[in-house]
């Protein structure tokens, strides 16, 4: 396998904890996934080859980043595709089509369902590794906003109420100290 520069260089912990998903009807490609990623660290990665359920083990499983094959049986890619982006839960999900389909009909179709990016099997790994380390670095950072978004809008909720607690405590003091004026006669 060629020399893929960073990725060889830089130990990519946080990376090689997240959870990569494998979908795709046949076992062969996705033994041989699994096994790519587990040798080069990825330590949460299953594979699934019952498209079916994959909608299922998406909510048990919460993968970082799906790689799915588009021409399944049952449930093909395009129609879970469409599944999981009308799901909506999930701010950021990187999805990678991996298939044999190399027409441009089938490229955009994907791309309007939802994917994120297109790969052609049979797939360059140099090119699978790198595309798969740069979205889940972009995930990475999509939870870390997400999660500071979520702790400043709790932080400006707590101020938010302790400035309306003040507000009424100075309405109360300036109410007293107006009946007390009212009533001394100043």
């Known amino acids: 396998m060629c020399c893929l520069g960073r990725a060889d260089m830089i130990s990519e912990p946080l990376l090689h904890k997240m959870k990569i998903l494998v979908v795709d009807d046949d076992q062969m490609s996705v033994t041989l996934l699994e096994q790519l990623l587990q040798r080069r660290g990825y330590s949460h990665v299953m594979g699934i080859t019952d498209s079916r359920k994959a909608l299922d083990i998406c909510a048990t499983f919460d993968p970082d980043l799906i790689l799915l094959d588009l021409i399944m049986p049952g449930m093909d890619g395009f129609a879970l595709l469409e599944a999981l982006r009308e799901d909506g839960s999930e701010s950021f999900l990187p ?92």
């Open 95 to 186: 999805i990678v089509v991996l298939t044999a389909d190399i027409t441009e009909e089938a490229r955009a179709r994907a791309l309007e369902a939802g994917a994120t990016d297109f790969l052609v099997k049979p797939v360059s790994q140099a090119e699978a590794l790198l595309r798969i380390r740069n979205l889940l670095e972009v995930r990475r950072l999509n939870v870390v906003l997400e999660n500071q978004r979520a702790a400043l809008e709790e932080a400006v909720r707590e101020r938010t109420a302790e400035l309306r607690c003040t507000i009424a405590e100075l309405q109360t003091a300036n109410q007293r100290s107006q009946s007390a004026s009212a009533f001394s006669g100043t």
